[in-house]
């Protein structure tokens, strides 16, 4: 089974601030998805990669197949950021494990940025 | 808005009680899925239906129900819930199967 580790767990930062997800995963992937959920509990998907780097706004998203690692970056942060980052990755059908979709979430990064 | 509607986006239920939840998409997506997420857990996905075909059910409780009368309409019946089953459930959709889904809001669901 694929474990999804996200931290850091919690994260405060002033607006502005240039922030810093972290995702680790422990088998081969196809996919790995970044997804953004606020206190209302709607789900936003952000980014679907497999390799290299993807932009959008002020989000940058970036993974390392190797090191079985990727980052969700914010620029120039702003309150209306605040929400939880969600992790999840697609696995090989041999390594799904849980998810019958071969879909592995981790538990979150609760993010606050403060004016 | 992400084009996955739910309703209601809050249900108080007692455990005898036999309620509803809907998902409506008009994507033109063909698999819909049901995910829970409970206080401090990740998503668990529930039911996957492809072409209005149950494809997956993982390994859920009877008393959760799915139907999907067509490919724009996912329901969730529930009947004889148990106060631990209190979560938000959350719907998805997306163009093919096992591709990138779009949410919806969820349902605030608290069993009493």
């Known amino acids: 089974k694929n474990e999804v580790e996200q931290s850091p767990q919690n994260l405060t930062a002033q607006e502005g601030e240039f922030i810093t997800i972290n995702c680790s995963y422990s088998?081969?992937?196809?996919?790995l998805h970044w997804l953004q959920q606020h206190p209302g509990g709607g789900i936003v998907s952000l980014f679907m990669?497999?390799?290299g780097k993807k932009k959008h706004g002020r989000l940058i998203a970036t993974i390392n197949i190797q090191e079985k690692h990727s980052s969700l970056h914010i620029t120039a942060s702003h309150p209306r950021d605040s929400a939880v980052y969600i992790c999840?990755?697609?696995?090989?059908?041999?390594?799904?494990?849980?998810?019958?979709?071969?879909?592995?979430f981790g538990k979150g990064t609760h993010l606050i940025i403060q004016p | 808005e992400t084009g996955v509607t739910q309703t209601p986006r809050h249900l108080v239920m007692g455990m005898t009680n036999k309620k509803s939840l809907k998902c409506e998409q008009h994507?033109?997506?063909?698999?819909m899925y049901w995910y829970k997420q409970s206080a401090k857990k990740p998503l668990e996905l529930m039911f996957v239906?492809?072409?209005?075909?149950?494809?997956e059910n993982n390994s859920v409780p009877s008393r959760f129900s799915p139907e999907c009368p067509n490919s724009s309409h996912l329901f969730l019946h529930l009947h004889t819930l148990q106060p631990e089953d209190s979560a938000l459930y959350l719907c998805?959709?997306?163009?093919?199967?096992?591709?990138?889904?779009?949410f919806g809001q969820g349902t605030r669901l608290t069993v009493v």
């Open positions: 998805a959709s997306s163009q093919v199967l096992y591709t990138e889904a779009f």
């Open positions: 088998v081969g992937i196809s996919a």
């Open positions: 990669l497999s390799s």
């Open positions: 999840a990755v697609r696995s090989y059908l041999m390594y799904s494990g849980g998810g019958a979709d071969g879909l592995t």
């Open positions: 994507l033109g997506h063909n698999a």
């Open positions: 239906y492809s072409l209005e075909e149950r494809v």
